[in-house]
């Protein structure tokens, strides 16, 4: 019941309301309102369906423009994850999405930036986009694992999030998301009660970097983010980059085993 209920709720949410905030948008040609409207409305569907959104480690956000990384565990992610950002951002979105009328036109006017993971080509090209964003003052959120975990265990990450904060020369945050892959698993569409943790880890200074080094700001920002999660989405070990600036995430717990 209370996934229908947000679903018909982002429905009304989309044909009565967005269309205004798109003809506001175009006014003004400042996407502010549109997007604090519509953070506004995704933590109301939060408490529709029941989900408690606990954000920590607000204080490790730079002030300036950034790259928040984190985890994908599932569809519930963007819900909780988005709107805890202190600022409007970014966001590397399915080509799909840009398919369903009035949405896409809201996503290109919020800058968002599709992706088509089919075509490498056009992935590369996507991520000269977001450099571009970041260049003009608008922060990115992305999921480095390039998709979801089918467990919600961490997985490793892809390149392009570093590539793009190097070039852009702005700090990478990492995000830790927890417990969101118990309230909407892989391949469910119920929606269940309950919490779901936002950790905003120190941020990483990507100016430090060069693209030689890219795998090491790679492996630094996944032990970070891994350092934010709980035993049961911790990595496998042999999955996992190792950083030696960074503690051992779980010390002192037995090792995870493959099921």
């Not at 959104?53 to 790259?67: D, H, Q, S, W, Y």
């Amino acid at each position: 019941m209370r996934t229908i209920l947000i679903v018909f709720y982002f429905t009304l949410a989309l044909i009565l309301v967005m269309p205004w905030l798109i003809l506001w948008t175009l006014l003004t040609g400042n996407p502010g309102l549109m997007w604090n409207v519509a953070m506004s409305a995704v933590r109301f569907s939060m408490r529709i369906g029941d989900v408690r959104v606990r954000v920590e480690g607000i204080e490790n956000i730079p002030a300036g423009v950034c790259v928040f990384a984190a985890n994908h565990i599932s569809n519930v992610d963007p819900l909780a994850f988005v709107p805890a950002i202190p600022r409007r951002v970014s966001l590397l979105v399915k080509k799909e999405l840009f398919r369903i009328p009035i949405l896409a036109t809201a996503m290109r006017l919020a800058e968002f930036v599709p992706v088509d993971r089919e075509d490498k080509e056009a992935a590369a090209s996507s991520v000269d986009v977001a450099v571009e964003r970041l260049r003009g003052g608008t922060s990115m959120a992305v999921y480095p694992e390039g998709t979801r975990s089918p467990d919600g265990r961490l997985r490793p990450f892809k390149k392009g999030a570093f590539v793009m904060a190097i070039q852009a020369g702005v700090p990478v945050v990492p995000v830790s998301i927890a417990g969101a892959q118990t309230l909407l698993r892989k391949g469910d569409w119920r929606l269940h009660r309950g919490e779901v943790t936002i950790r905003f880890g120190p941020a990483v200074d990507a100016s430090k970097y060069t693209m030689e080094r890219r795998s090491e700001l790679l492996a630094r920002v996944e032990s970070l983010v891994a350092a934010g999660l709980p035993e049961e989405q911790q990595p496998f070990p042999s999955e996992s980059s190792s950083d030696p600036d960074i503690p051992t995430v779980n010390p002192g717990h037995v090792k995870p085993t493959r099921p």
